[in-house]
């Protein structure tokens, strides 16, 4: 617990001031995103909204790498996918978001682990999924979320209408400045894999992988290319 505590204390340290960033991170944000911080530590299915603007709905546990050249582990973290910016809790589910603006990159550790960094994807900075490297190619998750509203008018036989927010992922090859997507349809994957199509399509089903995952995609994108 003490250990964990220091370690926690560095991490605000290295934020040049724990008062000074937390002013940041509120003032950074406008009215709707300081209501939506809301759901980075309570149920977001309530009030007429589902989902949430920031990546996960509940924010795992990452080492993060400073641009300094610490890194500290087991940090509450998540990342608001419409400014690109992420945000750590230091102390504990009550606590405010702090807005994190000198992470070099974040890995979600695990049987798979995740890696996350800010690459140029089309021309602008992005905080991305790191999901492949080889030879200078860069294959990468995109991350969106969209508020989705109701579009019928409720009447007295439909259920409850919510705001929500749905994720969508798009998949792209970069190298250098260029990228290319990757779609993920069958036709997609046909064009993306070549030669290689009748092996996919049997590697897909014989590991029930879904292109729509990002970790199962990194296992599609790791069988084409090597």
Sequence with gaps: MKKRFLTLILV?????????????????????????LGT???????????????????PPLGKIALDGGKDYSEIPFNILLEKNEVYIQTGGEDSEPLLLRNWKWIEIPGEEVRSFRIEYLQGKPQVVEILFEKEGEKYIASHKKTLIRPSGQRDGYSGPQYDEFR????????????????????SGLKEWAGNK?????????????????????????????N
């Design 12 to 36: 605000i340290v290295s934020l040049s001031g724990s008062q000074h960033v937390r002013s940041q991170a509120i003032q950074s944000l406008n009215k709707q995103y300081q209501d939506y």
């Design 40 to 58: 980075f530590r309570v149920n977001p299915k309530s009030d007429g909204l589902k989902g949430t603007p920031f990546l996960f709905d509940t």
């Design 197 to 225: 199509n009748d092996e996919l399509k049997e590697f897909i089903k014989e590991n029930k992988l879904d292109p729509n995952q990002p970790l199962d995609m990194k296992k599609i994108i790791s069988f084409i290319v």
């Design 167 to 186: 994720h969508n992922i798009k998949y792209f090859k970069i190298k250098g400045m260029q990228s290319a997507e990757i779609k993920t349809n069958s």
